[in-house]
């Protein structure tokens, strides 16, 4: 599956990102997309879902603090981050599948490299 996560850096406190996750057509108009991120050491965290018809889900985590949106006119799935805190400090990941898949049975999944986000004080 090609898929490109970007967008990650380091920012402080209380600051913004945005993460950008670009596929191909095809797969951009027929999947659901998440986010995920890890800790190094910890477990990987699914943190947002959204799926063809835009139905969007958020860990309590990030809940009220972060949104996963879709852009049809480039193929691509966002995540805007605010309100950043320490603990948001990680490797982000954007997969696609099923939502099944994403929920239940990512290790089944391909994981690209993702992009990592540091939140310092």
């Known amino acids: 599956v090609q898929l490109q996560a970007s967008g990650g850096g380091t920012v402080q406190t209380g600051g913004s990102l945005r993460l950008s996750c670009a596929t191909i057509?095809?797969?951009?108009?027929?999947?659901?997309f998440a986010w995920y991120r890890q800790i190094p050491g910890n477990q990987r965290e699914l943190i947002a879902t959204?799926?063809?018809?835009?139905?969007?889900n958020y860990a309590a985590s990030v809940k009220g603090r972060f949104t996963i949106s879709r852009d049809k006119t480039k193929s691509t799935v966002f995540l805007q981050m605010n309100s950043l805190k320490a603990e948001d400090t990680a490797v982000y990941f954007c997969?696609?599948?099923?939502?099944?898949?994403?929920?239940?049975?990512?290790?089944?999944?391909?994981w690209g490299k993702g992009t990592l986000v540091t939140v310092s004080s």
């Open positions: 959204i799926t063809i018809s835009d139905s969007t």
């Open positions: 997969n696609v599948g099923t939502l099944n898949q994403l929920v239940h049975n990512a290790g089944s999944l391909y």
């Open positions: 057509t095809d797969i951009f108009r027929t999947k659901t």
